[in-house]
């Protein structure tokens, strides 16, 4: 199993792990089929990753992208003239309620990180290879850069309501609940930097 940074090439496969994985966020909210959900992530988060301050690996065996997740660091949003350019493009093809509802979604678990954090956007499996650990190898890969840099206080992320599976691989690497809203779909959970090493 290989880790990196995601190539150019890559972001067909990674989107359509993404729209996947989070196609019930949106479709109640928007009405966007997976195609379409697949088209805009791509477009608007997946190749504009650098306006979010956000960086995007993958996980691969024997070549074939299997598995994606993508952290980011404190910094302001800062769109580029292409996302500009997309967005005008897709509210034109979809309507601006479309989009909105869109956007609203996404913003429903995102955060400004703070300096000293890594806050975990998205972590997504193809369909075909869950239940076979990688969502484990991904959180050791976190953990273990995160202990390799000294600037590194904590890991953040929001798990829907209801995902046990997700909330029990997270707490086992030492994440724990902060808060949850009543009128969220979501969970926040932090793991500080001195519950990191999950075998310490």
């Not at 290989?2 to 949106?26: D, P, Q, R, T």
């Not at 660091?73 to 509802?101: M, Y």
């Not at 309501?161 to 926040?188: C, M, T, V, W």
């Amino acid at each position: 199993m290989k880790i990196g940074i995601m190539k150019k090439h890559e972001e067909e496969a990674v989107s359509h792990m993404v729209a996947n994985a989070f196609y019930g966020k949106f479709q109640d909210k928007t009405r966007l089929t997976k195609k379409q959900l697949q088209k805009l992530l791509k477009l608007v988060w997946i190749q504009e990753a650098d306006s979010f301050s956000m960086t995007i690996f993958t996980v691969k065996t024997e070549g074939e992208v299997v598995g994606a997740f993508g952290y980011s660091t404190s910094g302001q949003f800062k769109p580029s003239l292409s996302l500009l350019a997309k967005a005008a493009a897709i509210i034109k093809a979809i309507g601006p309620k479309a989009f909105i509802s869109f956007v609203k979604a996404g913003l429903s678990t995102s955060r400004n990180p703070a300096q000293n954090e890594w806050y975990i956007d998205f972590i997504a499996v193809k369909e075909s290879h869950r239940n076979q650990s990688i969502g484990h190898d991904i959180m050791e890969h976190l953990a273990g850069a995160a202990l390799s840099d000294p600037e590194i206080d904590n890991l953040t992320l929001y798990v829907l309501k209801g995902n046990e599976r997700a909330r029990h691989l997270y707490e086992k690497y030492g994440f724990i609940e902060q808060y949850s809203k009543p009128e969220s779909d979501y969970h926040f959970y932090e793991k500080s930097n001195q519950t990191l090493n999950p075998y310490v």
